[in-house]
């Protein structure tokens, strides 16, 4: 086996790799947000209010991360208030929203350890840092564009 190749049982990293890796994780993902009522948006907004971020914080974050535009994101945080899980004067959770996202995130640490739980902390760290090297470089792409 070359650098270039790969068995058969040993696929290279490549974008159509992850890109049906993500949709795998995805479907089983969206399959724990049917059961709250979030969306995936949704979900990383309740997260970015969590960690303790104010609305701009969050902006910041969703815009970076999700690449959808601000004001997809302040109507994302509108519906959150809306629904009774963020409190916008004090930009934290309310006590329905922590009761949600403590249910999600424990959902989806139960899902993260089926998943991944078994695999080699090396080999997890070294697929971790490929891929923020991927994402690192896809961002530059993204701001040279």
């Known amino acids: ?13 490549s974008g159509q790799l992850i890109g049906i890796t993500y949709h795998a994780i995805a479907a089983v993902r969206d399959r724990l947000l049917a059961a709250s009522g979030l969306t995936f948006h949704q979900s990383v907004a309740l997260q970015a209010v969590a960690d303790g971020l104010d609305r701009a914080g969050a902006v910041d974050r969703m815009t970076a991360t999700l690449k959808i535009g601000e004001s997809e994101v302040h109507t994302l945080l509108d519906e959150l ?7 916008a004067t004090r930009t934290s959770l309310t006590e329905k929203g922590d009761r949600l996202h403590r249910g999600f995130t424990d959902a989806v640490a139960g ?4 998943l991944y739980g078994d695999l080699p902390a090396a080999e997890r760290e070294i697929a971790a840092r490929a891929l923020a090297h991927v994402t ?7 701001a040279a564009q």
């Open 1 to 13: 086996m070359t650098a270039t190749t790969a068995s058969a049982s040993t696929p290279l990293l």
């Open 81 to 87: 208030v809306d629904a009774g899980l963020f409190d």
């Open 111 to 114: 899902l993260t350890e089926r």
């Open 136 to 142: 690192a470089r896809a961002n530059a792409e993204l």
